[in-house]
């Protein structure tokens, strides 16, 4: 089983992001390909490294809900207004944070879903969302806010 911890976060916070929505949550072909295009698109053009520029420079990959339709995308802490982004609500509360070594964002998030939400009995994951990041060390984790279950 792959380890966490539960984190306590204070107070509601936003990230801001570039990203896509998917009409079939269930075509992973097709929303990795609309992912991979939404990354190099905002790569290429620019508004990553200027959303990078205007925070800390971490970059995060996330996952969301936004009107009731899958969205993922590349982002960074804090609000942010850049022309055509998404400021997306985090809230406080307690937070699953698995962490990985030299692991992918991906990897890290198909390990989570793929089967360590399953395992955890005393917590479960409420979303609106989630989020992962890599740091240029190597060292990954992945953020999922969590309500603690009553027995």
């Known amino acids: 089983m792959m380890t966490y911890t539960i984190k306590h976060i204070d107070n509601d ?22 992912t991979a ?3 190099a698109e905002i790569t290429e053009n620019g508004k990553l490294a200027e959303l990078l520029q205007a925070s800390d420079g971490q970059e995060y990959q996330i996952n969301y809900v936004i009107d009731g339709k899958a969205w993922r995308g590349f982002g960074v ?9 998404e400021v997306l609500d985090f809230l406080a509360g307690d937070y699953i944070v698995v962490s990985g070594e030299n692991e992918t964002a991906d990897t890290l998030t198909g390990k989570v879903f793929g089967g ?3 395992e955890i009995t005393d917590y479960k994951y409420v979303g609106p ?6 740091s240029a ?3 990954g984790e992945l953020w999922l806010r969590a309500e603690k279950i009553s027995k």
């Open 129 to 134: 969302g989630n989020y992962a990041f890599v």
């Open 77 to 85: 802490m804090g609000d942010f207004d850049i022309e055509s982004s």
């Open 37 to 39: 295009e939404k990354k």
């Open 137 to 139: 060390d190597g060292h």
């Open 116 to 118: 360590l939400l399953q």
């Open 13 to 34: 916070y936003k990230m801001t992001a570039f990203g896509v929505t998917f009409d079939d949550f269930n075509d992973w072909t097709g929303n990795a390909a609309k």
